[in-house]
């Protein structure tokens, strides 16, 4: 028998495994899910809990499932350590994370079945630096999208992280695959199926708004609050999760409101911004006028743990508010599929935008969005990069897209097939639908 476990600790997670669950099958493994119900619920991000309702129904396959539960740090639980550590060589785990988060202060480094490390984004490699528990693991395979990725991720190492986790990174089994996650584009379904379901016009191409992040990632800096924060009224709820179908009281908003005032009138560079009057809110308002003038309809998809504006909220020609629970294609896969252009702020969406042949334009923001150099390193706009690169992607200040978008061509936003082969190369590795088999190709 044999036997294909997915380490699931968020529903999203299932947005790269299901067309490796699919592959699976279609190999003959018995696979497994196993939820993580130490996830918090009463969190920002609590509509993420990985409950085992959330597991794909894929044709006539029944997928197993069991739980645990996780330490909060790390993803460590002596059941689940247990539990693994009775695998065997017929056995394949998939984690997007690296093995030693799972292990704590044990010197056991030695699995007795192999363990894939899906590659998925910058994240895989924050995972090598100020990491306490860090050390090599037998029987591992860490899977990336290209070899520019394996690049920039050990000069990001090697920069921000000791000579241990450079040697760690070094030792590991690192083969390039491609991504399964842009797999499941080959499901996506027909065009006018997926205008009926969203409620898009007959014929209608869309212009797709991914609304800015809005965290104050940086304590440092107010510029967040000056950009979006003060257009934003999401209630929230004690447990720490959004209702976007509500607004704050009104004497919270007030205060909430005043708050921010009081932080960007002692900032600098955020007061600058706000007198100017750089923020999102015109940002969509000229982004809308783009999609009027190139017969564009305006969609936004926005992410349920962020807060979102009123005004883009009044003003956008459909909202899609998505759970990340479908997963077989994601949401974000079929509005791609109706798309002509896709904007959004240093977002890694960009790359599922090149893979499905829509052209993405990026808003920059503030040095100050990022707390510091680390968080900024895989975010660079100059051209060639992820975010600028001619005939993919291309990035824009705020102030240039409120002074000039209205008045461009959707012409100006055409993807060149040429660069696009190039892009692919450098930051997906393939576009053959094929990443999940290169996968198991390597067991």
Not at 8 to 29: D, G, Q, S, W
Not at 220 to 244: C, I, P, Q, Y
Not at 330 to 335: A, N
Not at 418 to 440: A, H, L, P, T
């Amino acid at each position: 028998m044999k036997r294909a476990i997915f380490l699931v600790h968020r529903t999203m997670y299932y947005r790269y495994y299901t067309p490796l669950i699919k592959e699976a099958f279609l190999r003959e493994y018995d696979v497994e899910a196993w939820h993580d119900y130490g996830y918090p619920k009463e969190c920002s991000k609590g509509r993420a809990f990985p409950d085992i309702g959330s597991t794909p129904k894929l044709l006539d396959n029944a997928i197993k499932t069991r739980v645990f539960t996780s330490n909060a740090t790390f993803f460590y639980n002596q059941e689940l350590k247990s539990n693994l550590m009775a695998l065997g060589d017929n056995d394949v785990v998939f984690s997007l994370h690296q093995p030693f988060l799972y292990w704590r202060n044990e010197r056991e480094c030695k699995l007795p079945f192999r363990w894939i490390a899906l590659g998925h984004a910058a994240d895989d490699f924050f995972e090598f630096t100020n990491n306490k528990e860090l050390r090599s693991f037998s029987n591992t395979i860490f899977v990336v999208f290209t070899n520019k990725w394996i690049d920039m991720g050990r000069e990001f190492i090697n920069r921000f992280s000791g000579q241990r986790s450079l040697e760690v990174f070094n030792n590991l089994s690192v083969k390039v695959t491609g991504q399964p996650e842009f797999d499941s584009f080959a499901d996506v379904g027909n065009s006018e199926l997926i205008r009926n379901k969203y409620g898009i016009p007959e014929g209608k191409k869309i212009l797709l708004y991914l609304p800015f992040p809005y965290q104050n990632w940086n304590p440092k800096s107010a510029w967040e609050r000056a950009f979006a924060g003060l257009g934003m009224n999401t209630l929230v709820h004690k447990e720490g999760f959004l209702d976007h179908k509500k607004k704050q009281p009104f004497f919270q908003k007030i205060l909430s409101g005043a708050k921010d005032v009081n932080f960007i009138l002692r900032d600098p560079e955020a007061f600058a911004w706000w007198r100017r009057g750089i923020t999102e809110d015109r940002v969509f308002k000229a982004i809308k006028e783009f999609a009027r003038r190139n017969d564009l309809f305006l969609v936004i998809k926005p992410r349920l743990k962020f807060p979102i504006s009123e005004y883009i909220k009044k003003n956008a020609d459909l909202f899609v508010f998505d759970d990340e629970t479908q997963n077989n294609p994601p949401v974000l896969k079929e509005l791609l599929s109706l798309a002509s252009l896709a904007v959004s702020y240093y977002s890694f969406s960009v790359l599922s935008a090149a893979f499905a042949n829509v052209y993405h334009l990026n808003i920059l923001t503030s040095d100050s969005f990022f707390p510091d150099e680390k968080g900024r390193y895989f975010f660079s706009d100059k051209a060639p990069s992820l975010f600028n690169y001619p005939g993919v992607s291309r990035s824009l200040t705020a102030q240039e897209v409120i002074s000039k978008i209205a008045g461009m061509d959707l012409n100006d936003f055409r993807i060149d097939a040429d660069k696009k082969s190039e892009y692919i190369k450098d930051y997906i590795g393939f576009d053959d639908y094929n990443s999940s088999k290169r996968i198991f190709d390597l067991l």
